[in-house]
């Protein structure tokens, strides 16, 4: 390999910088669809606050691999279970995360997934019941090191 | 791609147990946000749905977003009530759907 000269150091190094900006000043202009995830989840309707515990760390190194827990207190009988808890992630450039489905046959409303972070932002978790009713949990993570890549 | 998913559950339970299940699946998760070397965007390919059923019952499912890390992590619990088979299936967005099989049984 050629040694890099001083000026191609300085055409990388200002790449890596506008390659860095860039995305960055993208996400505090427009906000994402996370708005519209929570709209279409919850058909309109508020969701009350509780019955979910959600588990994340406050400060997350890598955005490439957060670990995520959440626990939704029911039953999980035929009569009432959590039928879906949907998770939202407020500033990666697509809010949607996961959704999951449970039935009375999980036994318990409770799982674990990594997630992607982009930067520092807010969680959100809301989970829907067998009857209907709607609960909504919330968490912020510290990222350090985005992860969606540039 | 073609390596095995990893799924941990335990052989055997008591009838009622809840269990708990994890799987782990090699798959890159292609966000679709990234660019290469030239600036061109990669393509995003990732595990869009993964399901888990218990002798054909619906147990536990879950629809991804480009969202979730690189070799997805997926752990829930299950409900034991008799003797069968854990089936579970990730669903790439190619069409591509990567499966597995689990027993379990009642302790006597």
């Known amino acids: 390999m050629k040694p890099i000269s001083r000026r191609q150091a300085f055409a990388l190094g200002g790449g890596f910088v506008a390659l860095t900006l860039v995305p960055m000043a993208a996400d505090a202009q427009v906000s994402n669809d996370a708005a519209q995830w929570i709209a279409k989840f919850t058909g309109g309707k508020e969701a009350a606050k509780g019955k979910i515990s959600l588990d994340l760390p406050e400060i997350a190194e890598n955005g490439n691999t957060v670990p995520l827990s959440l626990t939704v207190q029911s039953p999980m009988t035929a009569e009432s279970y959590v039928k879906e808890v949907m998770l939202i992630a407020d500033g990666n450039p697509n809010a949607g995360v996961a959704t999951l489905m449970f039935s009375p046959l999980s036994g318990k409303a409770e799982a674990a997934v990594r997630i992607r972070l982009a930067a520092t932002q807010n969680v959100i978790a809301l989970a829907k019941m067998s009857d209907g009713s709607l609960f909504t949990e919330q968490k912020t993570v510290k990222v350090t090191i985005g992860g969606c890549g540039g | ?108």
């Not at chain 2, 055997?12 to 994890?22: D, H, L, M, P």
């Not at chain 2, 030239?38 to 002798?55: D, T, V, Y």
């Not at chain 2, 669903?91 to 689990?102: F, L, P």
Request: hydrophobic share 40%; charged share 30%; with cysteine.
């Open chain 2, 1 to 108: 791609m073609a390596d095995k998913p990893r799924i941990k559950l335990p052989k055997e339970a008591t009838k009622g147990e809840i269990i708990q299940i994890k799987t782990l699946v090699s798959h890159v998760m292609e966000s679709g946000q990234r660019k290469d070397a030239q600036g061109k965007p990669i393509p995003r390919k990732i595990i869009n749905k993964f399901s888990c059923e218990f002798n054909g019952k619906p147990v536990f499912a879950c629809a991804l977003e480009p969202a979730i890390s690189a070799n997805p992590y997926i752990q829930f619990t299950a409900r034991v009530d008799e003797d069968g088979t854990f089936k579970f299936a990730w669903t790439d967005d190619d069409g591509t759907v990567i499966t597995a099989e689990e027993k379990i049984a009642i302790k006597a």
